[in-house]
């Protein structure tokens, strides 16, 4: 079954507001659709209001010139979009690959969420666990951090934490575009001296003295800005160092700074990986959209950790588009998300992160065509094209490839729709 939420389609023009809060799908229709039926998104409650039309149509006095007609106000024509196209890739890829549904909201700066989408078991309500797709909202909080006076993005981390000496040459900077030196996910994902980071058990702070400290690690580092190397133990570390800096917890922070302003109830972190599942690159089923299935922890994964609903996500995107605005405050500076969105291992040491890609902070960076990305292990894929303004988000709850393949197939009809809108 899918259920389609579509604003400004070309069948139900609706004019929206620019808002984070009114554009969140959970203030949308939840009812089920036919396959290819629209469902009529309520009316924004704060849309401008229509303008008094009353015509002046006195008669003048014969001694003075009669007054003009006054045309009636209008309203400018609201953006109309189709995504007819969208539907059957969709459904055929989840058919033949036997998934049990999938999720697409596609956002527009000026107009919010302007399409969502669901199939199978997926609705604006399911929580899904997004695995590195955490990594631009962790990122997103260190530069917060940076806004705030409170971190020198540049500075050694040893100028915040104590333990920081132990590597005294790595900045937060390096650690959130995985360039710190230290070794990442690749080649073994469970490297012995940083397990930790898979451990609901502990707390942020030992876990990053414990990475930052060990000698075990001492043949295999290389020195920061020198080589890119994705995702691990480095991520841990800068949730951590964020901690020292602010005095606060990173639950703290997350609430503060993200779900309170961009009102994303459903955004939290955890540390899943030795909870429930294999440990391994496969989505764990048994979480089935409950963050119960999940113990309390003061150790959260910072590179994979994240579980959140599609609409809620799409706020976030939001966010990126408009400023760093959501309707609560302000999350982040401009020149805050210009730093996360520049390829950075292509300034700082003229590197790549596959061919063809760069990396920012939490954004991988497509060379060719300037699109940013921040896809998960599970199969979530976000996207945004900055120049024109729009992005998207798809999840499924699979495994990398999968999701990587089929937002392959979305790219360019959704791009051809935003912009034909």
């Known amino acids: 079954m899918r259920i389609r939420h579509v604003l ?43 303008q008094d039309t009353a015509a002046a149509d006195s008669v003048a006095s014969p001694a003075t010139d009669p007054e003009p007609t006054v045309p009636p106000a209008t309203e400018p024509d609201a953006a109309t979009y189709d995504f007819s196209a969208i539907d059957p890739i969709v459904s055929d890829f989840v058919e033949e690959r036997g998934l049990n549904g999938a999720g697409l909201v596609v956002v527009d700066a000026e107009n919010g969420i302007v399409d969502e989408e669901y199939w199978g078991e997926f609705g604006p309500d399911r929580i899904s666990l997004i695995a590195s797709s955490s990594k631009m909202i962790t990122a997103g909080i260190l530069m917060r951090l940076a806004d705030d006076g409170l971190l020198d993005m540049d500075a050694p981390v040893s100028a ?96 503060e700074f993200v779900v309170q302003p961009c ?71 401009q020149q805050a998300l210009d730093t996360m969105h520049a390829d950075r291992v292509a300034a700082a040491y003229d590197g790549s992160a596959r061919e063809g890609t760069g990396y920012g902070m939490g954004w991988w960076v497509d060379r060719a065509t300037g699109r940013i990305s921040d896809a998960g292990a599970y199969g979530s894929v976000p996207w945004l094209d900055l120049d024109e303004g729009y992005g998207a988000y798809l999840v499924i709850e699979a495994d990398s490839g999968t999701g990587n393949e089929l937002a392959a197939l979305l790219y360019d009809p959704v791009a051809a729709a935003v912009q034909a809108g």
Request: overall charge negative; proline content about 8%.
């Open 8 to 50: 400004g389609s070309s069948i139900v023009v609706g004019l929206l507001a620019a808002s984070c809060a009114s554009s969140d799908g959970g203030d949308a229709s939840d009812s089920t659709a036919a396959p290819g039926v629209s469902e009529a998104v309520p009316t924004v409650d704060d849309a401008e209001p229509p």
């Open 263 to 333: 009102g994303v109830d459903s955004l939290a972190y955890n540390n899943h990986f030795a909870q429930i599942g294999t440990g391994g690159f496969d989505y764990p089923v048994e979480f089935d959209s409950d963050p119960a299935t999940l113990e309390a922890t003061d150790n959260p994964n910072l590179e994979g950790g994240v579980y959140i609903t599609p609409p809620d996500y799409a706020q976030l995107l939001l966010m990126h588009l408009r400023g760093g605005e959501c309707e609560g405050g302000t999350v982040l500076s």
């Open 160 to 255: 915040v934490a104590e333990w920081g000496a132990g590597n005294p040459d790595i900045t937060p900077a390096q650690l959130v575009s995985n360039s710190s030196g230290l070794v990442g996910l690749l080649p073994d994902p469970t490297y012995g001296p940083y397990i930790c980071q898979y451990l609901a058990a502990g707390t942020l702070q030992e876990c990053a003295a414990s990475i930052f400290t060990t000698p075990d690690d001492d043949a295999d580092v290389v020195a920061p800005d020198t080589e890119f190397r994705y995702g691990g133990a480095q991520w841990q570390v800068a949730g951590a160092v964020a901690e020292a800096a602010s005095g606060r917890s990173w639950a703290e922070m997350v609430d």
